[in-house]
T-cell receptor, first 116, second 115 residues
């Protein structure tokens, strides 16, 4: 069974600075997907970024980028130029595509607070 | 983009009654939907996988008779909490994806309070 570990329960960062959230996972699969989701106080789950395991290039979405190390099974999220609106709980998630569905396995989450 | 609608957003019910939560994919068909439960400041716990036209697959420890799931069409899955008790109070979220490997899209969640 796949597991996802987020070792940082809470983090703080000053506005405009950069922060990195860590995530490691355990799987014997070779083909899979990794995601970072953001859950602000509204509790809406928002997709931040997606990485396909077969792609070596790290995914980037504006201020958000990942450092995907497949051999080390590591998938960290870097947030540049942090904004107050980035305050949220961040979940790392693993997906092994299955015929007829895409089950996500979530990490425990990291609460990120951006301070002004 | 793909949208998942969940209703109601909040519900308060008395102990012993049943509550139905709906999850709809608005602009795509979803043969599979997922139901999660989340406690405050904790991660999402998968409860069950809802399969269109067949029985749901429940995760270990989730009571099938307590949490009834029906997926009668390609755009609608329902979760019914039967004979609700205060310990069933929680945040329930559904999700679905348009195709294999694509990101899951989540409903806005339902906050259930059982008094």
């Amino acid at each position: 069974a796949q597991t996802v570990t987020q070792s940082q329960p809470e983090m703080s960062v000053q506005e405009a600075e950069t922060v990195t959230l860590s995530c490691t996972y355990d799987t014997s699969e070779n083909n899979y997907y990794l995601f970072w989701y953001k859950q602000p106080p509204s509790r809406q789950m928002i997709l931040v970024i997606r990485q396909e395991a077969y792609k070596q290039q790290n995914a980037t979405e504006n201020r958000f980028s990942v450092n995907f190390q497949k051999a080390a099974k590591s998938f960290s999220l870097k947030i540049s130029d942090s904004q107050l609106g980035d305050t949220a709980m961040y979940f790392c998630a693993f997906m092994k595509p299955l015929l007829g569905g895409n089950k996500l396995v979530f990490g425990a989450g990291t609460i990120l607070r951006v301070k002004s | 983009g793909a949208v998942v609608s969940q209703h109601p957003s909040r519900v308060i019910c008395k102990s012993g009654t049943s509550v139905k939560i709906e999850c709809r994919s608005l602009d795509f068909q979803a043969t599979t939907m997922f139901w999660y439960r989340q406690f405050p400041k904790q991660s999402l716990m998968l409860m069950a996988t809802s399969n269109e036209g067949s029985k749901a697959t429940y995760e270990q420890g989730v009571e099938k008779d307590k949490f009834l799931i029906n997926h009668a069409s390609l755009t609608l899955s329902t979760l019914t909490v039967t004979s609700a008790h205060p310990e069933d109070s929680s945040f329930y979220i559904c999700s679905a994806s348009a195709e294999q490997g694509s990101p899951l899209h989540f409903g806005n969640g339902t906050r259930l309070t059982v008094t």
